[in-house]
């Protein structure tokens, strides 16, 4: 007995066990176990008598109010997703093919500058949309094409549908552009020009050679969007609830923050279910057919010549670059200057939404954003949780990518591989809710997070796992096992041939998971939107909020503070080299 329990001691010991252990224990607490807790929740007895219920389920699903809670609302987020899908593919698509199969010029600029709308929130394009076509009837104000104009935008064109599937297709297409590119940027140009030899059209060349080849790409493009755009929440927030047009998303987040919190919660599960099943039907169209362009031969491409086409498509890109790159933040930056809102005239601009003392004639006395203490306050939130959740993420990410590597036949790390890409598959908008539910009030381990930076960190953390963890294995990859073995042999131990040798060789993978993680942390707002308190805002919750509230001006300018922040970020790393978004299509 004696012998097996020092065999256990000694096991259990070993540095190795101990992180996986705590590794599977966090995320068995931090992702499956809230899951339980939202699903427990729901099934509760609605009137809080003791015992389970389905009365929640069935009045969702089957009651007088089952078709404006739950049908209409889902009908319009799949219209949304599919339509955004659409637009999105086809113009990510076709951006992609110029861009790495022709001869157009100056291609790295030009990707750089595609990739930048991604980089900025989703919700960014809703408020430069409402600049540009809000109207008085439901605005308040007039925007820009009624005030020079004087037509006033139909109520479609200003909010619901319309400017949701725009707004959202003028931020996603850049998923298109990227994946459909490195599926072509793969292709070898050799059967290309078999066909162009035996005297076949350029369309028909793409028609039938090239597009069933990047027939992977194009529909991991497609349920990417589709499940991104279902699960979307700012912008149809921003440019449907004055209309009371719903998603699931804004649906959720208007049950539970008037104290519905069944509702809200069994609607998540339906978005997580929606989107599971989005992404199961992915794996299941890709995997029926071989799709392997790629061989032992030496491979080539031959670029397209656009001929007398080159000058007008570059002009057509850089017009369309300018359009939904520069244009928008030019915009916001005016609107910004702008005392009364709608009102474009050189004797209405002013800085007192920057710089000025609370004025009781102006937004209801709110000062300027370089003096409101509350934005300043929000900022340093903003940076608090994005620096603190990139940091975690990506050593938390490197470290599950050095287990897995290391350990891919055994069942525990493989567990570990699902585990830490469960986050990708819930939207947002349903993660906020379900750490809601298991940090609203005190748990196993854990006091009560709601209110607390924390909670902001831990579920910022947790929902960038997928992208850390694949940075982190491709690091570990290119790392051979005889540089570890090589300073075991001279007596290190695990812990220091990690901290020596391991971290040094993947500092650049850990760097760029840091980066994006960081990116994506300045203008997150649907993960947060729920968990925020007064005195835990961020910069985009409290947009939201002073938007909500008609302080447009202010909310504007505070917007232009995010927009610009991730703009140097974005644009440092790429100058020198610490990340590249764009290899595999800027070549």
């Known amino acids: 007995m004696q012998k097996y329990v020092t065999r256990f001691c000694k096991k259990i010991s070993n540095p190795m066990v101990i992180l996986t252990i705590a590794i599977l224990a966090f995320l068995i607490y931090t992702i499956i176990l809230p899951l339980i807790e939202i699903l427990v929740t729901t099934l509760m007895d609605v009137n809080g008598t003791e015992g389970f219920s389905l009365e929640g389920w069935k009045s969702i699903f089957a009651s007088d109010i089952s078709q404006a809670l739950l049908y209409s609302p889902m009908t319009q987020t799949f219209q949304i997703g599919i339509f955004v899908s659409i637009i999105s593919l086809v113009l990510g698509s076709l951006l992609a093919w110029i861009v790495v199969r022709t001869d157009l010029k100056y291609k790295k600029t030009i990707s750089f500058f595609l990739v930048l709308p991604y980089m900025l929130p989703s919700w960014f394009n809703a408020f430069v949309w409402l600049i540009v076509f809000k109207n008085d009837r439901i605005g308040g104000q007039t925007g820009l094409v009624q005030a020079i104009f004087n037509i006033s935008p139909p109520d479609w064109l200003s909010y619901g549908a319309v400017p949701i599937i725009l707004s959202l297709s003028a931020h996603y297409y850049i998923f298109a552009f990227l994946l459909v590119g490195a599926a072509l940027s793969s292709i070898n140009s050799d059967v290309e020009e078999s066909a162009t030899i035996l005297g076949a059209k350029t369309w028909g060349i793409l028609r039938k050679i090239t597009f069933p080849l990047v027939i992977p790409a194009v529909v991991s493009a497609f349920i990417l969007i589709f499940s991104k755009s279902i699960g979307s929440f700012g912008v149809p927030a921003l440019l449907g609830l004055p209309v009371r047009y719903y998603t699931l998303s804004t649906m959720i987040y208007s049950n539970i923050s008037t104290g519905q919190q069944v509702t809200g919660y069994i609607l998540s599960l339906v978005l997580i279910v929606s989107a599971i099943v989005v992404i199961w039907m992915n794996q299941k169209v890709i995997s029926r057919r071989n799709y392997m362009t790629i061989s032992g031969k030496g491979s080539k491409q031959k670029l397209i010549s656009l001929g007398k086409w080159r000058i007008p498509t570059t002009i057509a890109i850089w017009l369309f670059i300018f359009c939904l790159s520069i244009l928008p933040v030019l915009l916001l930056g005016i609107q910004t200057l702008l005392l009364r809102d709608g009102v474009y005239s050189l004797d209405n601009l002013t800085l007192h939404y920057w710089i000025g003392q609370s004025d009781p004639t102006i937004g209801n006395g709110i000062q300027g954003v370089f003096r409101n203490s509350r934005i300043l306050s929000a900022f340093k939130n903003t940076v608090v949780v994005s620096f603190f959740a990139a940091l975690i993420a990506a050593i938390i990410g490197l470290v599950i990518g050095y287990l897995i590597t290391r350990n891919k036949e055994k069942w525990q790390f493989r567990l570990m591989d699902?585990?830490?890409?469960?986050?990708?598959?819930?939207?947002?908008?349903?993660?906020?809710?379900?750490?809601?539910?298991?940090?609203?009030?005190?748990?196993?381990?854990?006091?009560?997070?709601?209110?607390?930076?924390?909670i902001l960190?831990?579920?910022?953390?947790?929902?960038?796992?997928?992208?850390?963890?694949?940075?982190?294995?491709?690091?570990?990859?290119?790392?051979?096992?005889?540089?570890?073995?090589?300073?075991?042999?001279?007596?290190?131990?695990?812990?220091?041939?990690?901290?020596?040798?391991?971290?040094?060789?993947?500092?650049?993978?850990?760097?760029?998971?840091?980066?994006?993680?960081?990116?994506?942390?300045?203008?997150?707002?649907?993960?947060?939107?729920?968990?925020?308190?007064?005195?835990?805002?961020?910069?985009?919750?409290?947009?939201?909020?002073?938007?909500?509230?008609?302080?447009?001006?202010?909310?504007?300018?505070?917007?232009?503070?995010?927009?610009?922040?991730?703009?140097?970020?974005?644009?440092?790393?790429?100058?020198?080299?610490?990340?590249?978004?764009?290899?595999?299509?800027?070549?």
């Open 418 to 454: 699902q585990l830490s890409y469960l986050p990708i598959l819930i939207p947002s908008i349903a993660f906020s809710a379900i750490y809601l539910s298991m940090f609203a009030k005190p748990g196993v381990f854990l006091p009560s997070l709601y209110g607390t930076i924390s």
């Open 457 to 587: 960190i831990l579920i910022t953390v947790v929902s960038e796992l997928p992208l850390t963890t694949r940075t982190g294995t491709s690091s570990m990859i290119q790392i051979s096992n005889e540089l570890e073995e090589a300073g075991s042999v001279l007596g290190a131990s695990w812990i220091t041939r990690f901290r020596r040798i391991i971290m040094p060789l993947s500092k650049k993978g850990l760097l760029n998971g840091f980066i994006l993680v960081f990116i994506s942390a300045m203008k997150e707002l649907d993960l947060l939107i729920m968990l925020v308190t007064p005195k835990t805002m961020t910069l985009t919750t409290y947009t939201f909020d002073l938007q909500e509230q008609g302080y447009t001006q202010t909310a504007n300018a505070v917007v232009l503070i995010i927009v610009i922040s991730i703009i140097l970020v974005y644009t440092l790393v790429t100058i020198f080299g610490k990340i590249d978004i764009t290899k595999g299509v800027s070549k």
